[in-house]
């Protein structure tokens, strides 16, 4: 069984940086992909940022030139210049499919998540 715990959320004001970090244990597959996802209550699940085994890297529009994703204990997310619309619950996940993606439905695992708020 795999466990990825995300941490590094929190109450920030806007035009901050925050770091999420996530971490994996138990039994550990070759993950071909990891990402980072948000949700805000009552909207569907949204990816923020991928990244393959290949190197290859995509971000959601909202966020491109402010997040940065990279490999670091599994996988972490350099937020800069938050938004109060930044403001939801950061999940990573990590999957066993090939290619680039951000569709949560090809991600196999899954943290519990991480809050993060942006005041204005």
């Known amino acids: 069984q795999v466990e990825l715990v995300e941490s590094g959320g929190g109450s920030v004001q806007a035009g901050s940086s925050l770091r999420l970090s996530c971490r994996a244990s138990?039994?550990?597959?070759?993950?071909?992909?990891t990402a980072w996802f948000r949700q805000i209550p009552g909207k569907a699940r949204e990816g923020v940022a991928m990244?393959?085994?290949?190197g290859g890297i995509g971000y959601n529009d909202s966020v491109k030139g402010r997040f940065t994703i990279f490999k670091d204990n599994l996988v972490d997310l350099q937020m800069n210049s938050l938004r109060p619309e930044d403001t939801a619950v950061y999940s990573c996940?990590?999957?066993?499919?090939?290619?680039?993606?951000?569709?949560?439905?090809?991600?196999?695992?899954w943290g519990q998540g991480n809050q993060v708020t942006v005041s204005s």
């Open positions: 996940a990590a999957g066993l499919g090939v290619g680039s993606s951000l569709n949560p439905g090809d991600y196999n695992f």
């Open positions: 990244i393959n085994s290949d």
């Open positions: 138990g039994r550990l597959y070759n993950f071909s992909r």
